[in-house]
C-alpha cells in the first residue's frame, strides 16, 4: 500500500488508546484500536438501562417507547438487512456456479430406403462454472462486504443510542419548561396581588398614577410569560410524540425537576470505555471495507483463470440409446488494454480508502472531545445551579424585605418592583442551569458509548 505507517497516540485523562499501524497517505495518519469485538467492545449491547439512573419512572418509559416505535431506528434496521443481503451475495461469488437446460428439438431423418420419418429428442445438459480467484479479487471483496454489514450494525446502534439520548434530555427540557410554567403563575398571582395593592393606594390618594400604571405594565409583562410557556410545552411534547413514533400527543410526567436523581460519576473514568461508541466501530469498520476493496480493485488488474464444464445426454427416437457427452475448459482473461479504466477504478479506490482513514481520525478526535466537553458541563452547570439558587434564596429575603418597607410606607414601590424582577430572573436562570446539568449527564452517558458499569470500570483499570 501507498503511504508510511504511523501511529498516533489519543489520549484522555492520561489514558491512550493502543492502535495498530494501518497505512495512510503522508500527510495523515490513522491507529485504529485492535480488538474491538470484545467482552466490553461494540458486540457487548449497549447498556439498555442507563437512563435508569435518574429515578424517574416515566423517563423509562419514554426512552423504552422511542427504542420500540423511533422510525429511524426501524429505518437503520432495514439498511442492515440490506448489508447483510449484499455481504451473503459476494459470499456466492466464491462458489461454484450450477444450471442446467433441457432443451427440445424436432427433425427428419431419411431411412436407408428413402422414407422420411420425424424424430424427436431432448438434450439436458448440466454447466459449471467456477472462478479460481488466484489473487483473492473475490475474496477480498466477500470480507470487504462483510466489515461493510459490521459498519452498518453499528450505524443502527449510533441511531439507538441518539435516540436514546434525545428522548431522556427531551423529557428533562419537558420538565424544566413544567417548571418555568410554575413560576410564571406563581409570580403572575404575586403581581396580581401587587396589581390590587397598588390600585387602592391609587383609588385613596395614597399614592400617585405611576405606581398604579408601574403595577400594570409588570402584571402584563408577566402574564405573557404563562402562554409562551404553554406554548413551548405543547411543541416539546411533540416533538417527544414524534421520537416515539406517535402522533402529537400529552406526555405522562414523573419527578420534578428538581427531584431528578443525578448519577454518580466515577473518578478517572478509563478512555478504553470509549471502545463501546458504535461511531468509533463504524468508522474503523468503513476504513477496513474501503481498503480491503483496494486490494480487490487491484487483483481485477491480474490475469484471471476460469473454470467451466459442461455435461449431458442425447435422447432421440431417432437413436437406439442415448448419447452421452461432456465438455471441460478453461479461461485465462487478463486486461490487455482498457483505455486506463482498471487504473481509474484503481486510483479512485485508493481515494475512497484516504477518505476513511481521514474520517476515523476525526471521529476518534470527536469522541475524545464530546467527553471532556460532557464532563466539564456536568462540572460546571452544577456550580452554577449551587450559585443561582443561593442568589434565588436571597432575592427571596429582599423581595420579602421590599414588600415589608413598601406596605409600611418607608419605600417606593420602585424597590419591591425591582426585588419581583431579579427574584423572577433568579429562578428562571436557575431552572436552566438545572435542566443543562441534567442533560450535561445524558450527554456524558451518549460520549461514553451508553454508560458504564462499576465492574467495566475496575475490569478496565486492571
Known amino acids: 500500500m501507498r503511504g508510511v505507517a504511523l501511529l498516533i497516540p489519543l489520549a484522555v485523562a492520561g489514558c491512550t488508546l493502543p492502535g495498530k499501524r494501518v497505512a495512510a497517505p503522508d500527510s495523515a495518519a490513522v491507529a485504529p484500536p485492535p480488538a474491538w469485538r ?49 455481504e451473503a451475495l459476494s459470499r456466492a461469488q466464491l462458489l461454484p456456479q450450477i444450471g442446467g437446460t433441457v432443451p427440445e428439438t424436432q427433425g427428419q431423418t431419411l431411412s436407408p ?25 473475490l475474496r477480498l471483496a466477500s470480507r470487504a462486504a462483510r466489515a461493510q454489514l459490521l459498519a452498518t450494525q ?14 431522556a434530555s427531551g423529557y428533562v427540557t419537558l420538565r424544566a419548561l413544567d417548571q418555568r410554567l410554575a413560576i410564571a403563575r406563581d409570580t403572575l398571582t404575586a403581581r396580581a396581588n401587587a396589581l390590587r395593592i397598588a390600585r387602592r393606594r391609587f383609588e385613596t390618594g395614597y399614592t400617585s398614577r405611576l405606581e398604579y400604571r408601574q403595577a400594570q405594565a409588570e402584571y402584563a409583562a408577566t402574564q405573557q410569560l404563562v402562554p409562551a410557556a404553554e406554548l413551548a410545552i405543547t411543541r416539546q411534547e411533540d416533538a417527544l410524540s414524534l421520537l416515539t413514533g406517535d402522533a402529537p400527543r400529552a406526555i405522562a410526567r414523573g419527578r420534578p425537576l428538581a427531584r431528578i436523581a443525578r448519577p454518580a460519576i466515577p473518578d478517572g473514568l478509563p478512555a478504553d470505555l470509549l471502545r463501546r461508541r458504535p461511531d468509533l466501530y ?11 476493496s483496494l486490494d480487490s480493485q487491484r487483483a481485477a488488474m491480474l490475469p484471471n483463470l476460469s473454470l467451466t464444464g459442461s455435461a449431458g445426454v442425447v435422447l432421440s427416437t431417432a437413436l437406439a440409446n442415448p448419447v452421452g457427452i461432456f465438455t471441460i475448459g478453461a479461461s485465462i482473461l487478463s486486461p490487455l488494454f482498457d483505455g486506463g479504466r482498471l487504473r481509474a477504478q484503481e486510483r479512485a479506490a485508493t481515494a475512497r480508502r484516504d477518505q476513511a482513514a481521514f474520517a476515523y481520525r476525526r471521529t476518534a478526535l470527536t469522541a475524545f472531545r464530546e467527553v471532556d466537553d460532557a464532563l466539564a458541563g456536568v462540572r460546571r452547570t452544577g456550580e452554577q445551579a449551587d450559585a443561582l439558587d443561593a442568589q434565588a434564596a436571597a432575592a427571596r429575603g429582599a423581595l420579602e424585605n421590599a414588600s415589608n418597607r413598601y406596605r409600611a410606607g418607608y419605600s417606593a414601590y420602585i424597590e419591591q418592583l425591582d426585588a419581583q424582577r431579579n427574584l423572577l430572573t433568579a429562578e428562571l436562570s436557575l431552572v436552566q442551569a438545572e435542566a443543562d446539568r441534567l442533560t450535561s449527564y445524558v450527554a456524558l452517558y451518549q460520549a461514553m458509548g451508553g454508560g458504564w458499569s462499576p465492574a467495566e470500570v475496575s475490569a478496565m483499570r486492571r
Open 113 to 137: 430406403f428413402g422414407t422420411p420419418s420425424r424424430a424427436i429428442g431432448a438434450q439436458p445438459t448440466l454447466s459449471l462454472s467456477y472462478d479460481l480467484d488466484l489473487f483473492g479479487r
Open 154 to 167: 453499528a450505524a443502527q446502534d449510533s441511531v439507538r443510542l441518539a435516540t436514546a439520548a434525545a428522548a
Open 38 to 86: 470484545t467482552a466490553t467492545g461494540a458486540t457487548a449491547p449497549i447498556a439498555v438501562d442507563w437512563w435508569q439512573g435518574f429515578g424517574d419512572p416515566q423517563l423509562t418509559a419514554l426512552v423504552e417507547r422511542a427504542l420500540a416505535n423511533n422510525v429511524d431506528i426501524q429505518a437503520a434496521a432495514a439498511r442492515v438487512e440490506e448489508a447483510r443481503a449484499a
Open 282 to 292: 463504524q468508522a474503523e469498520q468503513t476504513l477496513v471495507a474501503s481498503d480491503l
